[in-house]
């Protein structure tokens, strides 16, 4: 039996942090419902790559990589009648997920208060870009937002240059790893003690544990750090350096003079590696412009996973810069299985990113891949809600059901 067996999931969640969370859910055994409307499609469906380079709500493999073995609803939550649906599901469900901008799920006239009162054990999460309260809670953004608000982006980049953000809706891809072990724990306070609870997680204030030395220098030591590019305040070498071909770059940390003698080994202890500036990390780190040059010199006459792998071997921090080729061809992620293939209908057949976790007793399970916009309405409609032909016909007649009807351009 996988852990979350039996466990029913009501999902509003969307975007990544949302249903990155709820596929662990998903992939360990829980019923997942998400629900989805036409009328304001889901961020990630009209996110690239696309299926055969087509643009579609049904053909987003950044959608698809999210939400496999999930069930998709459409509902127009903009009906009347969408309300009494919601809460029929609420009677079935032990957790509700949302992310909208705090206000919102009540202006639906769905607020925790509302839910708790069908079903009184109820676990609900909400996760806001600022949290449910203070004064700029009802700030809505994005991940990019979140990242310069952190203080991500005026990390990131070269110093002589403007600020860079981080790859995507980077907080995006931290928030998961905090929201999942909040809900675990809820789940297991409820199975304790009987009683559900609302979970309030701030994106923001879980982003800024991935920036607690930079925030902890500021408010401790009144120094604020700023860009550096790819050296660290204390450490060198600590950089990215070419290698032969197009593009190609491994990188090289030296954290202690173990190490560094390490690599002066490897090199064949050039007479520049044992001039007095490079005698110890401090004088190294005085003089690293002079270093990077000498040491880029010595790397570009070597391809970079043969450089990897001997200066691995050595004892010496390395690894290349990886292409997304690279990530995908890589012999440590396809021996653990960090990718699973899936076909869609629309998007083809394409990897998915399993969980990072492995259960010695339990295996993750991929049934289907990620539902098409409406794809599981009416087998949702009759299995969980009990409803009957005729009034499932009526509610999509009077457009509250919203059901597959092929790629939408």
Same mark, same amino acid.
């Given at each position: 039996m996988?852990?979350?067996? *039996?466990?029913?999931v009501l999902?509003?969640?969307?975007?990544?942090?949302?249903?990155?969370?709820?596929s662990?859910l998903a992939?360990y055994?829980?019923?997942?419902?998400r629900?989805?409307?036409r009328?304001?499609?889901e961020?990630?469906?009209?996110?690239?790559?696309?299926?055969g380079?087509?643009?579609?709500?049904?053909?987003?493999?950044?959608?698809?990589?999210?939400?496999?073995?999930?069930y998709g609803?459409?509902?127009?939550m903009?009906h009347?009648q969408?309300?009494?649906i919601?809460?029929?599901?609420?009677?079935?469900?032990?957790v509700?997920?949302e992310?909208f901008?705090?206000?919102?799920?009540?202006?639906w006239?769905?607020g925790?208060?509302?839910?708790?009162a069908?079903?009184?054990?109820?676990?609900m999460?909400?996760?806001?870009?600022?949290?449910?309260?203070g004064?700029?809670?009802?700030q809505?953004?994005f991940?990019?937002?979140?990242s310069?608000?952190s203080?991500?982006?005026?990390?990131?980049g070269w110093?002589?240059?403007?600020?860079?953000?981080?790859y995507?809706a980077?907080?995006?891809f931290?928030v998961p790893?905090?929201?999942?072990?909040?809900l675990?724990?809820?789940l297991d306070?409820?199975?304790r003690t009987?009683?559900g609870?609302?979970?309030?997680i701030?994106q923001?204030?879980?982003?800024?544990?991935?920036?607690?030395?930079? +925030?902890?220098?500021?408010a401790n030591?009144?120094?604020?750090?700023?860009?550096?590019g790819?050296?660290?305040?204390?450490v060198?070498p600590?950089?990215?350096?070419?290698c032969?071909?197009?593009?190609?770059?491994?990188?090289?940390?030296?954290?202690?003079?173990t190490e560094?003698?390490a690599l002066c080994? +490897?090199? *064949?202890?050039?007479?520049?590696?044992?001039?007095s500036?490079?005698?110890?990390m401090f004088?190294?780190?005085?003089h690293?412009e002079?270093?990077?040059?000498?040491?880029?010199a010595w790397?570009?006459?070597?391809?970079?996973f043969g450089l990897?792998?001997?200066?691995?071997q050595?004892g010496?921090p390395? *690894?290349?810069v990886q292409?997304?080729?690279?990530?995908i061809d890589d012999p440590q992620?396809?021996?653990?299985g960090?990718?699973?293939?899936?076909?869609?209908p629309?998007v083809?057949?394409?990897?998915?990113?399993?969980s990072?976790f492995?259960?010695?007793?339990?295996?993750?399970?991929?049934?289907w891949p990620?539902?098409?916009?409406?794809?599981?309405?009416?087998?949702?409609c009759?299995?969980?809600?009990s409803m009957?032909?005729?009034?499932?016909a009526?509610?999509?007649a009077d457009n509250?059901l919203?059901v597959?009807s092929?790629?939408q351009?």
């Amino acid at each position: 039996m996988r852990p979350f067996e *039996g466990l029913k999931v009501l999902d509003f969640f969307w975007v990544v942090i949302g249903p990155m969370t709820t596929s662990y859910l998903a992939e360990y055994g829980a019923t997942i419902v998400r629900i989805e409307s036409r009328g304001r499609p889901e961020v990630l469906r009209t996110a690239p790559p696309f299926g055969g380079g087509k643009r579609g709500l049904n053909r987003s493999a950044y959608y698809a990589n999210y939400n496999v073995n999930k069930y998709g609803f459409g509902l127009n939550m903009g009906h009347p009648q969408a309300l009494d649906i919601v809460k029929r599901f609420v009677a079935w469900a032990d957790v509700v997920t949302e992310n909208f901008t705090p206000g919102t799920i009540e202006k639906w006239g769905l607020g925790y208060d509302v839910l708790r009162a069908i079903k009184p054990d109820l676990i609900m999460i909400s996760a806001s870009m600022l949290g449910r309260d203070g004064p700029h809670s009802r700030q809505p953004g994005f991940g990019p937002v979140l990242s310069s608000l952190s203080g991500m982006t005026d990390l990131t980049g070269w110093p002589d240059r403007a600020p860079s953000t981080p790859y995507g809706a980077y907080t995006d891809f931290v928030v998961p790893r905090f929201a999942l072990p909040t809900l675990v724990a809820a789940l297991d306070y409820r199975r304790r003690t009987g009683q559900g609870q609302h979970i309030d997680i701030s994106q923001l204030e879980a982003a800024l544990h991935f920036m607690a030395p930079p +925030v902890m220098d500021a408010a401790n030591n009144g120094h604020v750090q700023t860009r550096m590019g790819n050296r660290h305040p204390s450490v060198a070498p600590h950089a990215a350096y070419p290698c032969l071909g197009e593009g190609r770059w491994c990188t090289i940390a030296c954290m202690t003079e173990t190490e560094w003698q390490a690599l002066c080994q +490897v090199m *064949g202890h050039p007479a520049w590696s044992s001039a007095s500036r490079f005698a110890s990390m401090f004088s190294r780190k005085q003089h690293e412009e002079a270093l990077d040059t000498l040491l880029s010199a010595w790397t570009q006459q070597h391809e970079a996973f043969g450089l990897m792998h001997t200066l691995q071997q050595a004892g010496v921090p390395a *690894g290349v810069v990886q292409t997304n080729q690279d990530v995908i061809d890589d012999p440590q992620m396809q021996q653990r299985g960090a990718f699973v293939y899936m076909d869609h209908p629309d998007v083809g057949y394409h990897p998915v990113q399993r969980s990072e976790f492995r259960l010695s007793n339990t295996a993750a399970e991929f049934h289907w891949p990620a539902p098409n916009l409406g794809q599981h309405t009416v087998q949702v409609c009759k299995d969980i809600l009990s409803m009957a032909d005729e009034e499932i016909a009526r509610l999509i007649a009077d457009n509250v059901l919203e059901v597959d009807s092929g790629e939408q351009t």
